[in-house]
């Protein structure tokens, strides 16, 4: 299953880029074998700054013909590590070819591209900058290769 990250916004060389890159190479070593990855980066952006609604088209082009939407948004569910791995690994085993997970830009979401979302997700009650998310969200999914993997890496 491709993992795709649809993105608001150009990140720049940057420690969260470096983070980004590390992340996504050891989730596309570690997912090869279990039929994860790779993992790729659409970057969009609004350079009229016309904020959710103008940026919503361009997020809806960049994820991939029949992909399970999957949403970044503090309304969306919060899950611990381990059943965020069992919800990849059955979007796998249910046969999905693609799953784009889609990062809005400052203001979120665009609702009308919320209401398309097959599931959402979030990092807590906590809003987190649209950039840091990036990472944290390649950092989860290098651990939920790692946790389908039998890896040491996750503990708990």
Same mark, same amino acid.
């Given at each position: 299953m491709r993992v795709h990250v649809c993105a608001v916004g150009r990140l720049r060389k940057s420690p969260e880029l470096e983070l980004i890159d590390d992340y996504t190479t050891r989730f596309?070593?570690?997912?090869?074998?279990?039929?994860?990855?790779?993992?790729?980066?659409?970057?969009?952006?609004?350079?009229?700054?016309?904020?959710?609604s103008a940026e919503a088209p361009l997020l809806e082009r960049a994820i991939p013909k029949g992909a399970l939407i999957c949403t970044m948004d503090e309304?969306?569910?919060?899950?611990?590590?381990?059943?965020?791995?069992?919800?990849?690994?059955?979007?796998?085993?249910?046969?999905? /070819?693609?799953?784009?997970?889609?990062?809005?830009?400052?203001?979120?979401i665009d609702p009308s591209l919320r209401a398309k979302a097959d599931a959402s997700l979030s990092f807590g009650k906590m809003v987190?900058?649209?950039?840091?998310?990036?990472?944290?969200?390649?950092? /989860?999914? +290098?651990?939920?290769?790692?946790?389908?993997?039998?890896?040491? +890496?996750?503990?708990?």
């Open positions: 596309d070593r570690t997912g090869r074998a279990l039929g994860l990855g790779p993992l790729s980066i659409h970057e969009v952006e609004d350079k009229k700054g016309g904020g959710m309304r969306g569910k919060v899950m611990s590590s381990p059943d965020f791995a069992k919800l990849l690994g059955r979007w796998r085993d249910e046969g999905r /070819q693609d799953v784009a997970f889609v990062i809005g830009g400052a203001d979120g987190w900058p649209h950039m840091l998310v990036r990472v944290m969200l390649s950092e /989860q999914l +290098y651990r939920a290769a790692s946790i389908l993997a039998g890896s040491p +890496y996750h503990r708990v």
